[in-house]
């Protein structure tokens, strides 16, 4: 008994590393699988993966709160659907002369475009979709929608609602895909505006508004002014409305301009969304095509060994 005070009974376990180590070993770990992610994209199959099993579970979690919400609408929309389908009667009924003679416009103004030479617009494909909540990342701004690299979603296509445009599809997963609104501030668009035509780059300001980017003091811009995508950056068809101006601030001690704008398209709600398809680029035309150079008679053509 004597020779046993003071002595500690041996573990029955075997004591790994220290607490601290551990918490540095798994410290670098997750900065090395962050940086080679960043770069070299290693765990987008993973990512892939992990979403395509998650998505029957984020289902089965979102059914009472979607049965909940549209119990709430059903009764909450029986008056307004009334009221809504008697203005929509009567606007049919003032809008029926337009719509008699659109088709007769439409084809007068194919005519005229073949009269002039010109392409004809290219047309506007899309999907409809409906986002299903925003993302979990507080500093950016997107959404996630039920459409997916199964029904034919790729990166990069455009995302319009029924007032303008919404933003751009940036990844893709097997039954979502993630938006990008035009708020967000790693999202700019080459607008035009309305009236003026002047061409700029509408940014997002990432909160619920956008600003006009790299304008002169003097530029030709007015508040209330409209802007529409000028097309030029080869993925939004041209004249889709974008955002509108309500404010400019011309101080003479900058060389630009501050021109806030605010979205058209209801990208701070949700609902129903259209993903248009890819904007194909018309190929040149024949006599644009660059012609070989001829060498002059009598030269002689230098050959490489």
Known sequence: ????????????????????????????????????????????????????????????AYVPV????????????????????DQLRRRELATANQLLRQGHLEEENRRLRALLDMRERQPAEG????????????????????????????????VIDELGVLGQITRTYLFTSEVTLLTDKDQAIPVQVQRSGLRAVLAGAGIGTMELRF?????????????????????????????KVVNIDRDNSFSFARIDCVPLAGVERHGQVLILGRR??????????????????????????
């Open 127 to 158: 999907r409809v979709a409906e986002i299903l909540y925003a993302a979990r990342d507080p500093f950016t701004r997107k959404v996630i929608v039920d459409k997916g690299s199964n029904a034919g979603v790729e990166p990069g296509q455009p």
């Open 215 to 243: 304008l002169a003091a003097n530029a030709d811009v007015q508040p209330g002014d409209v802007l529409v995508t000028s097309g030029l950056d080869g993925i939004y068809l041209p004249g889709l409305p974008v955002a």
């Open 280 to 305: 194909v680029t018309p190929p040149l035309p024949a006599e644009a095509a660059p012609t070989p150079i001829k060498p002059a008679k009598g030269a002689r053509i230098k050959r490489k060994p």
């Open 1 to 60: 008994m004597i020779s046993t005070v003071g002595h500690l009974p041996p573990p029955f376990f075997k004591r790994g590393p220290a607490p601290l180590a551990r918490l540095l070993f798994f410290i670098s770990l997750s900065i090395t699988l962050l940086v080679a992610d960043l770069r070299f994209h290693t765990l987008e199959m993973a990512r892939q993966g992990v979403a395509a099993v998650l998505w029957p579970i984020q289902r089965i």
């Open 66 to 85: 979607d049965a909940g919400m549209d119990l709430g609408e059903y009764f909450a929309t029986l008056y307004s659907l009334k009221t809504e389908n």
